[in-house]
Nanobody, 126 residues
Framework: QVQLVESGGGLVQAGDSLKLSCAGS????????MAWFRQAPGKERDFVAT????????YYVDSVKGRFTISRDNAENTVYLQMNSLKPEDTAVYYC???????????????????WGQGTQVTVSS
């Protein structure tokens, strides 16, 4: 069982930066692939970035490559999303998820995730 709590969202202007955190509970946290998804009003939950259990492998959706960086600290049971050069189209509720079995680009499928946090709102004004 893993419980996830996101934090760090807020209202920023285009071009600004934010760093999201996702704190996990449970001794098995380090076994899970972790990911960030986002959901804008009226839209589906979309993949943003994922990181393997060891932190050695990451994948990003094309729209955030070069701007966002996912990382994790297994000693602290925390995964991060550093977001730079934010754009209005990045506005959404951001969720972190934990998946025990996915690999590679299969980790971009929200349906496979076992646990989710409650989400944190990111709003980017133009």
């Amino acid at each position: 069982q893993v419980q996830l709590v996101e934090s760090g969202g807020g209202l920023v202007q285009a071009g600004d930066s934010l760093k999201l955190s996702c704190a996990g509970s449970g001794r098995s946290f380090s076994r899970y692939t972790m990911a960030w998804f986002r959901q804008a009003p009226g839209k589906e939950r979309d993949f943003v970035a994922t990181i393997s259990w060891s932190g050695s492998t990451t994948y990003y959706v094309d729209s955030v490559k070069g701007r966002f960086t996912i990382s994790r600290d297994n000693a602290e049971n925390t995964v991060y999303l550093q977001m730079n050069s934010l754009k209005p189209e990045d506005t959404a509720v951001y969720y972190c998820g934990a998946d025990l079995y996915c690999s590679g680009y299969g980790c971009a499928d929200a349906a496979g995730y076992d646990y989710w946090g409650q989400g944190t709102q990111v709003t980017v004004s133009s």
